[in-house]
């Protein structure tokens, strides 16, 4: 990790690859046991160690994003196996990190100064990298040097940029100091607000007070953005004209993942082919058959392939590079990422099975099967996920409108991670959709969520009557945060853990009709999850879980005042009936947010509204 205007590396700690997608990707702040620290850019991330990740549909998607199309691959986080040895090379394997914010407070005699003062010490344990702190070298009193915990608050804008909180400005606003600042962090009172905290300065005795950079009025305490990004180390060119935000560190909303995520389709039902595809990040850059031997014979990853002729290996490359360079023509199709996925569940005769895939078709949930096409058990399935960006301030909407760059250049790849895992696969009749839609489209319950979508996004700056998902998504989003929540008291896995995937397309248009849900739970173990969701789908299982949600759904903790709530086109949310006692998700869980729910369009509530979808015979 660079220290001062040295670049020195050292353990620090230690995440999961999968946080380094959803928690604690490049751009975000690691809470760590004594400091924080930022994750830096693409550009200072050891590309030796990692490995590449295959799905053309997946880095098809990605290339067609803005500014992305120069991406070539998918990558894993750096890795090594450990050794008891501290000092052998895989301790120094990770991602980089800088420490931030880097102005610290010592938590003896609170003075608070930045990193580069030279005041403060980076302690690291070897065995222990847990244990790393920095102490206040000077500090007056008796006994070990105390530890330097960092500043508690920063300032943030909605483009994604991320600074330092203004100290000296922020205590000096009415006068410049006497002399030369230095400051101290003194908790208010019992500090039971984090905002009770006043920064005076001992130099010339002005003081100010934390609750100001907070609510009305904070902008005339805080100045406009500067544009920093400290996990590239730059100030942006052009500057940064957004009001500052101050944070506290470690807030929910400092950053947001953007990502892509598809399920891994088979390529083949050819055995060989499978393989090639699977290994394709090898494969895919043999220039001749003559190498082919070679390289399965010595290369681990391609030892299944050995016992097959090379001349059909080499064919089958051929085929395949060649369907790959056909594909991709630009016209939208590489942005979709559920059409595929439907094709195959809607037709799972068709569908082939590998290691990572295997469907099973049941009968349709039982009292259900007025509203519900057969139940198709996702067996094994494999996701891939690509980190693309992340935002601050707010959630990334489907344009992923002001999402910050992960790299100084043009990035050639970006970080990707894959789990393995099951689901259930529930598909809705169609006709019952399109005649629901009907007779719900311009109810006034509709409407108002209709209406305040478009007013959040014209308050963004942004088409106010694009990406309005519909009636549709609004019903299949609803029904499965009702199953999530429903399925985590009976399969094992907390809701957290299961994951819901939205298939919605209206008739008419390029696309078939798509009304479908699928709930998978997945873990990054080579060998998945062990078959408790998946159990669940068979259909004398399923239709009393059904069951059972709808009767949660008739009634909430918190109604009649949930079931009334109408989204008003002032208000900044996007759901009707719907709060946490009853029907939101945890964020792993939503693809969306907890936006576009509403539990009267499932069935009757106190609100009586009559949309309701579904009814219990």
């Known amino acids: 990790m660079p220290d001062g205007e040295r670049k020195v590396i050292r353990r620090v700690g230690g995440v999961r690859p999968s946080q380094l997608m959803y928690a604690f990707g490049v751009g975000s702040v690691v809470d760590l046991p004594n400091f924080s620290v930022v994750v830096g850019g693409l550009d200072d991330w050891d590309q030796a160690k990692q490995a590449v990740i295959t799905e053309e549909r997946l880095l098809a998607a990605v290339r067609a994003e803005p500014g992305l199309d120069t991406v070539r691959e998918l990558r894993s986080a750096p890795w090594e196996p450990e050794t008891r040895n501290p000092f052998d090379s895989w301790a120094l394997t990770g991602v980089p990190v800088t420490p931030f914010p880097r102005w610290l407070r010592c938590s ?28 206040h070298k000077n500090c007056s009193g008796h006994g070990r040097a105390p530890t330097a915990v960092p500043a508690r608050f920063v300032v943030a804008c909605s ?13 000096h606003k009415d006068a410049p100091c006497s002399g030369n600042p230095i400051l101290e962090a003194i908790d208010l009172g019992t500090g039971s607000r984090s905002t009770d905290v006043m920064v005076r300065c001992r130099t010339c ?33 052009d500057g940064c004209r957004e009001q500052a935000t101050a944070m506290l560190l470690g807030a929910s909303n400092a950053w947001f993942a953007v990502t892509h995520i598809v399920l891994s389709i088979p390529a083949s039902a050819d055995a060989t082919e499978q393989l090639i595809a699977d290994n394709w990040a090898i494969l895919g850059s ?25 001349s059909d290996v080499w064919a089958a490359i051929e085929a395949r590079r060649a369907a790959l360079a056909g594909g991709g023509g630009g016209d939208g199709t590489e942005r979709d990422l559920v059409g595929p996925e439907w094709h195959v569940f809607t037709n799972p005769g068709a569908a082939p099975t590998s290691d990572d895939f295997k469907l099973v078709p049941a009968r349709s949930p039982e009292g259900f099967d007025r509203w519900f096409e057969p139940t ?42 894959q789990s393995r895992g099951e689901g259930i696969f529930l598909r809705l009749r169609e006709d019952r959709v399109a005649a629901w839609e009907q007779r719900v489209a311009g109810t006034p319950r509709m ?23 519909g009636e549709r998504y609004v019903l299949l989003h609803s029904l499965a945060h009702a199953l999530i929540n429903e399925l ?64 949660r759904m008739r009634l909430c903790t918190s109604d009649p005042m949930c079931a009334n709530h109408c989204p008003g086109e002032n208000e900044d949310v996007l759901h009707g009936a719907a709060c946490h006692a009853c029907l939101f998700a945890p964020e792993t869980s939503c693809e969306r947010g907890n936006r576009y729910l509403d539990r009267s369009v499932l069935c009757s509530t106190l609100a009586d509204d009559d949309i309701g979808f579904l009814e219990t015979q």
């Open 376 to 417: 198709m058990l996702v067996e094994r399935l494999r996701a891939v996920s690509a980190l693309i960006g992340f935002t601050r301030i707010d959630g990334p909407d489907a344009e992923a409108r002001n999402m910050a760059p992960l790299a100084r250049h043009r990035p050639t790849w970006v970080p990707g991670a």
């Open 286 to 310: 043999v220039g001749s058959a003559a190498e082919l031997p070679n390289l399965l014979r010595f290369v681990p990853a391609l030892t299944a392939l050995a016992g097959h002729d090379p």
């Open 108 to 135: 003896r005699c609170a003075y608070l100064a930045p990193i580069d003062s030279g005041l403060f010490e980076l302690e690291t344990a070897p065995y222990r990298p847990d244990r790393a702190r920095y102490v």
């Open 447 to 469: 409407e108002a969520l209709r209406l305040a979508h478009q007013s959040w996004r014209k308050r963004r700056g942004l088409d106010p009557g694009a990406l309005w998902p």
């Open 205 to 237: 005795d002005q003081r100010g007070f934390m609750a100001q950079a907070f609510g009305e009025g904070a902008e005339q305490v805080l100045p406009l953005c500067r544009g920093r990004s400290p996990h590239l180390r730059r100030f942006d060119s």
């Open 488 to 551: 985590a008291l009976e399969c094992g896995y907390a809701a957290a853990s299961i994951r819901e995937r939205i298939y919605a397309n209206a008739a008419g248009g390029d696309r078939p009709p798509m009304a479908g849900v699928l709930l998978y739970t997945a873990a990054p173990d080579a060998e998945g999850t062990l078959g408790g969701l998946v159990s669940l789908g068979r259909p004398e299982f399923v239709g009393p879980v059904l069951t059972r949600a709808l009767g």
């Open 159 to 171: 483009r994604g940029h991320l600074d330092e909180f203004p100290w000296v400005e922020f205590v």
